[in-house]
């Protein structure tokens, strides 16, 4: 048995050399090229081309950018990058992390095959840079993915798949090269007859319905997709049919088979979106705090004031304590450690609603220029929201960690 002595030496929460040194590269971006373009593009709620044509110029909006940080050996690489980018801005980091979703989607449940032939068409090189959109939700199928009506239905004499539906609140829907879409085989089976579909790029049938004009994260794109017809190759089957026939074949025996592609990749991307609300917590503590000792009323800093210091302190500690988890489930996600008590979804739940809190507060502590859109932290709540709803909803999370933790079909 070891000593404590030496059971501590092995424990650390530094970063290793290459996340430390990446994480600085990342903020400077973030500092130097997303901040200051943040206004601009939440204003014109258009997708922010130019910021990511100069993130692919520097190998951040990159396919071995992404890779590299999603098999980092200690699993803090993805959500250290995460963190920087959101912290410059929610809705340019969606519009860079987009893509991501997609690639995640094939590479957790696709073939080799596919993984190199559609990967790199999602992000493409500087000069031609590249989207990817994972379609998953519909107009009657959010949160609750097994009412998943789009329907796919196999041709057998012509080995391709025709999908027909609709997909809602699709981040880069419509205007992506590659979209992966969720739809039904086997619509009695509810979500264990699901399987995802590559759509590759210019296939006839596949249009962008309504834009979204959202409340937050105006600068990434969001939009309705529709499906008419669409014809995809055999080999657009994510995973293969052999594999979607063999999953089947055990549900009709009565096996339970694996669960949804959708759920799987939610999973996998819980930690990097908790990542992401953790940046827009921090950057609404950081900026309140500076205000804090700066504004001066009734001839003293505001943050001497202890109604004022009292509550950064909830803030700081807040932040702090949402990172450990979320560092926690991506550290378990990479060393293939069971979620036992669903501390992917802990992750996303504490993060999503610490980053609606502290960016309340920051609002207050600057007070009507917290309001004034001349200020960043106004944007920042409203950017905020969103990590309570999309990817699982805040109600959805503690439905999963309440089954986790107690064992019951918690409803």
Known sequence: MSSPDQAASGFSLELSADVAEMRDWVHEFARDVIRPAAGEW???????????????????YSLDFFA???????????????????????????????????AVAVASNGT?????????????????????????SEPDAGSDVGAIRTRAVYDAAKDEWVLNGTKAW?????????????????????????ASFIVPPGTPGLSQGQKVRKHGIRASHTAEVILDNVRVPGRCLVGGKERLDARLA????????RGQDAMRTFEKSRPSVAAMAVGVARAAAEYATEYATQRVQFGRPIGQNQAVAFMLADMHAAVDAARLLTWKAAWMARHELAFTKAEGSMSKLVAGETAVRVTEQAMQIL???????????????????????????????????????TGLDVR
């Open 170 to 194: 699709a981040t880069n829907g419509g205007i992506a090269d590659v979209h992966v879409v969720v739809a039904s085989v086997d619509p009695a089976l509810g979500s264990r007859g699901q």
């Open 112 to 136: 080799n095959e596919q993984i190199g032939e559609w990967l790199p068409q999602m992000f493409g090189s500087p000069g031609d840079v590249k989207l990817g959109a994972f379609c998953s």
């Open 42 to 60: 939440d204003e014109r709620e258009e997708t922010p081309w130019p910021v990511i044509e100069e993130a692919a110029k520097v190998g951040l």
């Open 367 to 405: 007070g009507g220029n917290g309001y004034s859109r001349d200020y960043p932290v106004e944007r920042w709540h409203r950017d905020a929201k969103i990590f309570t709803i999309f990817e699982g909803t805040s109600e959805i999370q503690r439905m999963i960690i309440g089954r986790a933790v």
């Open 250 to 257: 055990k549900i009709a025996d009565g096996s339970s088979g």
């Open 68 to 102: 590299a940080q999603w098999m980092d050996p200690t699993g803090l690489g993805m959500v250290v990058a995460f963190e920087e980018l959101f912290w410059g801005d929610a809705g340019i980091g969606l519009s860079l992390a987009g893509s991501g979703l997609a």
